[in-house]
C-alpha cells in the first residue's frame, strides 16, 4: 500500500490470537462451561443458558471481566470461577492440537517480507498466549506478543493496541492495522484509532457484531488480508513496494 498525505504507509499489523491466527475450536467456552458449573450452575438448566450466552457476547474480553459480569455480586464466585477457568483451559490445552487458522502463517510472513511488523495481542494471560503460539507453531513469527498482563486493561480498551504501536516505535497511529474475530477486538481496534480496523469471520462473532463494533472492513479469514491492503486479488507472496514501507523511527528496538 502506497504511502499518502492521507494514508501512511503500514507499519504495524495487529493480529488476534484465537478465532483470528489459530483455529478456535470451542476450547474457550468449554472452559468457561467448566468454570461456570464449578459455581453450582448446572448445564442443561436456563441459568447456565443466559450465563453462556453472556460468555459469548463477551468473547474478547478478559476472563476476569467475563467472569465477574457473570457473578457482579459476589467477588468470591468470580474469582473462584476464574482460577477454574485457568485451570481448564490449561487441561483443554494439553489434551487439544493446535492449529492455525488456514492461511495464517503465509499471512503472517507475507507481512513480515513486505517490511510491516506484526503483533499478537490477546485479552488472555500471557502463559496462554505462549503457550498457544508454541503449540501452532507461530512464536518466532510475532515482532511483539501482548498479553492481559501487560497492560492495565485488556479489550475493548486500546491499551494492547497503543502499547503494540509504542514498541514497534510507529509514528502514526493511522499506519496501524487491526486484525481481530471478536467484537471487543475489533472496538479496541477502533478506539486506539487505527488505520484499518479489519473483522474476520473465523471467530465467534458475526459480521453485523463486527461491524457494530467499528470494523472497517470484514474479511472471511486473515488470510484474505493482503486483498485487502494491497487492493488487487493476493498473490502467493505479498510485496509491498520499497517507497510504501515505513521509515522506521529511532526508537525502534
Same mark, same amino acid.
Given at each position: 500500500?502506497?504511502?499518502?498525505?492521507?494514508?501512511?504507509?503500514?507499519?504495524?499489523?495487529?493480529?488476534?490470537?484465537?478465532?483470528?491466527?489459530?483455529? /478456535?475450536?470451542?476450547?474457550?467456552?468449554?472452559?468457561?462451561?467448566?468454570?461456570?458449573?464449578?459455581?453450582?450452575?448446572?448445564?442443561?438448566?436456563?441459568?447456565?443458558?443466559?450465563?453462556?450466552?453472556?460468555?459469548?457476547?463477551?468473547?474478547?474480553?478478559?476472563?476476569? %471481566?467475563?467472569?465477574?459480569?457473570?457473578? #457482579? /455480586? &459476589?467477588? $468470591?464466585?468470580?474469582?473462584?470461577?476464574?482460577?477454574?477457568? &485457568?485451570?481448564?483451559?490449561?487441561?483443554?490445552?494439553?489434551?487439544?492440537?493446535?492449529?492455525?487458522?488456514?492461511?495464517?502463517?503465509?499471512?503472517?510472513? &507475507?507481512?513480515? =517480507? +513486505?517490511?510491516?511488523?506484526? $503483533?499478537?495481542l490477546t485479552s488472555l494471560p500471557r502463559r496462554i498466549l505462549q503457550r498457544v503460539l508454541d503449540a501452532a507453531g507461530l512464536r518466532k513469527?510475532? +515482532?511483539?506478543?501482548?498479553?492481559?498482563?501487560?497492560? $492495565?486493561?485488556?479489550?475493548?480498551?486500546? %491499551?494492547?493496541?497503543?502499547?503494540?504501536? !509504542?514498541?514497534?516505535?510507529?509514528?502514526?497511529?493511522?499506519?496501524?492495522?487491526?486484525? &481481530?474475530?471478536?467484537?471487543?477486538?475489533?472496538?479496541?481496534?477502533?478506539?486506539?484509532?487505527?488505520?484499518?480496523?479489519?473483522?474476520?469471520?473465523?471467530?465467534?462473532?458475526?459480521?453485523?457484531?463486527?461491524?457494530?463494533?467499528?470494523?472497517? /472492513?470484514?474479511? #472471511? =479469514?486473515? +488470510? /484474505? !488480508? +493482503?486483498?485487502?491492503?494491497?487492493?488487487?486479488?493476493? #498473490?502467493?507472496?505479498?510485496?509491498?513496494?520499497?517507497?510504501?514501507?515505513?521509515?522506521?523511527?529511532?526508537?525502534?528496538?
Amino acid at each position: 500500500m502506497e504511502a499518502t498525505s492521507d494514508r501512511p504507509a503500514i507499519a504495524l499489523v495487529c493480529c488476534g490470537l484465537i478465532g483470528t491466527l489459530v483455529a /478456535d475450536d470451542g476450547l474457550l467456552e468449554r472452559a468457561y462451561a467448566e468454570a461456570i458449573a464449578t459455581q453450582g450452575v448446572v448445564s442443561g438448566t436456563s441459568a447456565f443458558a443466559r450465563r453462556m450466552s453472556q460468555v459469548h457476547q463477551g468473547r474478547g474480553h478478559a476472563p476476569a %471481566d467475563v467472569l465477574g459480569g457473570l457473578f #457482579p /455480586d &459476589n467477588e $468470591a464466585r468470580a474469582q473462584a470461577a476464574e482460577l477454574a477457568f &485457568n485451570r481448564s483451559l490449561a487441561d483443554g490445552l494439553a489434551r487439544s492440537v493446535i492449529r492455525p487458522v488456514p492461511g495464517a502463517r503465509p499471512a503472517v510472513e &507475507n507481512l513480515l =517480507s +513486505a517490511g510491516c511488523d506484526v $503483533a499478537v495481542l490477546t485479552s488472555l494471560p500471557r502463559r496462554i498466549l505462549q503457550r498457544v503460539l508454541d503449540a501452532a507453531g507461530l512464536r518466532k513469527l510475532p +515482532a511483539v506478543s501482548l498479553s492481559v498482563d501487560d497492560v $492495565a486493561r485488556g479489550f475493548p480498551a486500546p %491499551d494492547l493496541v497503543l502499547t503494540a504501536f !509504542l514498541r514497534a516505535g510507529a509514528g502514526d497511529v493511522r499506519q496501524i492495522v487491526v486484525v &481481530n474475530s471478536t467484537g471487543a477486538g475489533v472496538e479496541a481496534g477502533r478506539r486506539a484509532g487505527a488505520g484499518v480496523v479489519a473483522g474476520v469471520l473465523t471467530g465467534p462473532h458475526p459480521a453485523a457484531r463486527l461491524r457494530r463494533a467499528g470494523a472497517t /472492513d470484514v474479511l #472471511p =479469514s486473515i +488470510a /484474505d !488480508l +493482503a486483498e485487502l491492503l494491497l487492493g488487487r486479488s493476493a #498473490p502467493a507472496t505479498v510485496s509491498i513496494p520499497p517507497q510504501a514501507r515505513l521509515e522506521r523511527s529511532p526508537a525502534k528496538r
